[in-house]
């Protein structure tokens, strides 16, 4: 139980940590906007409002983007100091940093990849949209799947990482086991974040 809000507390944390940095690089882009523990959208107003992107829905996507890197950066920082951390506690942290901020990025990034191939749809996702960025720079069409591909390369490079180190001390069995917790942990998240996001936020003006 621990465990699971532990998993719970360290998701709604870094997800956040995900959205301002999608609100700083706006600002720094020029575009007024607001951010919470959700969605972007126009600057002082929540996603319960009928116009919550009257405005923001026009904004084009662009490779100035802080929101994955951050996750992504948080998730290699919690691999490296749970594999150099003594105390207890502080691998425990440690290990939820690594394991959700993994998980963030691994579980949209295999939508952005397989619903393509499996629909021919397009599943739009940050990693997606900066892809059509380098798409659009590049002329080189494969490019659109290249940051989805590389999310995915380090999101189970830290989860391997993590697996590794922790079946010296565990069996196969429990490890799966606090895998699906801390899976099930980011579903719950999410629902929590859906409320909190009517509830706080961050408006980001033109820096």
Do not use: Q
């Not at 319960?48 to 994955?68: C, H, N, P, Q, T």
């Not at 393509?116 to 002329?139: A, Q, R």
């Amino acid at each position: 139980m621990r465990w699971f809000i532990m998993c719970i507390a360290v998701f709604l944390i870094s997800i956040f940590i995900h959205e301002c940095g999608h609100g700083f690089a706006n600002s720094l882009r020029g575009i007024e906007c607001s951010s919470g523990f959700n969605r972007i959208g126009d600057i002082y107003k929540y996603p319960k409002d009928a116009d919550f992107r009257a405005e923001y829905s026009s904004v084009s996507d662009s490779m100035l983007d802080f929101g994955v890197p951050a996750t992504l950066l948080l998730a290699i920082m919690g691999t490296v100091v749970f594999y150099k951390a003594k105390g207890e506690k502080s691998r425990m942290v440690a290990l939820s940093l690594a394991a959700t901020n993994s998980i963030m990025r691994l579980i949209p990034c295999l939508f952005v990849v397989m619903v393509p191939l499996l629909t021919g749809k397009i599943h739009n996702e940050d990693e997606y949209g900066i892809g059509f960025e380098l798409v659009k720079v590049t002329g080189a069409s494969w490019f659109v799947y290249l940051p989805a591909l590389l999310s995915i390369f380090i999101s189970i490079m830290c989860i391997v990482c993590l697996y590794k180190k922790l079946k010296v001390k565990m069996s196969n069995k429990r490890f799966w086991d606090y895998g699906s917790l801390t899976l099930f942990s980011f579903f719950v998240a999410m629902i929590i974040t859906n409320i909190l996001d009517n509830i706080f936020r961050i408006n980001w003006t033109v820096r």
